[in-house]
């Protein structure tokens, strides 16, 4: 089973690369967010025509989130929403969260928000909205469950996960609250996929367009996968996959993905 999350910075510009995606890599699940619009303007008929069902979480020019599902990989088995909201979650309520089942196979997909600058309103709402998150996975699920996070957490946990610590220092993604968040959740016990693999700093998965930060990877790492300890037993990889940052018109994102064995 292959799970893959992209922020794709808006379905509608940048559907070519989500189509190629899924007939190239061929996820079983692929974890979508920043749709930029609403449920009713996904291209659900162009997923089905590719094999792929959706459950969609949309808004109109902001945020959304999806989880695409194979079809034909899924049998007689169904995918069933468990919830499109956030328990507790500050106002403006936003389309930031969705979490979905398979058999015992939990999958949240996050949009946690960017927190524009330390100390500012979108901050405290950053800060509030994911105090919600770890009361829900608290309250929802157990250390036993099959539990798979994934997202655009808009943090970097570590300093080998930012290019340039020193530049980024005191700045939103990688501020001590920011980090002791992200803590807290692994606390859980969630555990961070790629880290599992690769303790080494210079991965990304997120690179500014400007100042040619990509080909000069400097970049951040903030799109994660979490998972339980239960998972960690039949994980075979996680990896971050540039090759989709490369295109012309990109997200500013690039997927990253994990493999469990059967």
Request: charged share 25%; net charge negative.
């Amino acid at each position: 089973m292959i799970v893959a999350s992209w922020n794709v910075n808006s379905i509608t510009a940048r559907l070519p690369h989500v189509i190629g995606f899924l007939e190239t890599v061929s996820p079983d699940f692929l974890c979508l967010q920043e749709l930029k619009c609403v449920e009713e303007k996904f291209p659900l008929a162009i997923m089905n025509q590719l094999g792929y069902g959706a459950l969609v979480s949309g808004e109109k020019t902001y945020n959304g989130v999806a989880v695409l599902y194979k079809k034909k990989w899924l049998g007689d088995r169904s995918v069933e929403l468990v919830s499109r909201s956030l328990p507790g979650c500050p106002e403006p309520i936003q389309a930031r969260l969705i979490e979905v089942r398979l058999e015992d196979y939990h999958l949240l997909n996050l949009y946690v928000p960017n927190g524009s600058e330390v100390g500012s309103a979108k901050y405290q709402y950053k800060m509030l909205w994911f105090e919600a998150l770890l009361k829900y996975i608290n309250d929802s699920h157990r250390p036993t469950d099959k539990l798979i996070v994934v997202g655009d957490f808009n943090i970097a946990p570590e300093d080998l996960d930012v290019h340039d610590p020193a530049l980024w220092e005191g700045q939103v993604l990688v501020s001590p609250a920011e980090r002791e968040l992200f803590k807290r959740l692994c606390d859980f016990p969630l555990l961070d996929s790629f880290r599992l693999f690769e303790k080494e700093g210079g991965f990304y998965s997120w690179w500014d367009y400007r100042m040619m930060a990509f080909p000069r990877n400097n970049g951040l790492r903030i799109d994660h996968i979490l998972i339980t300890r239960p998972l960690q037993e039949v994980l075979k990889r996680s990896w971050i996959d540039k090759e989709w940052r490369k295109l012309e018109k990109t997200s500013d994102h690039t997927p990253v993905l994990i493999e469990l064995a059967d």
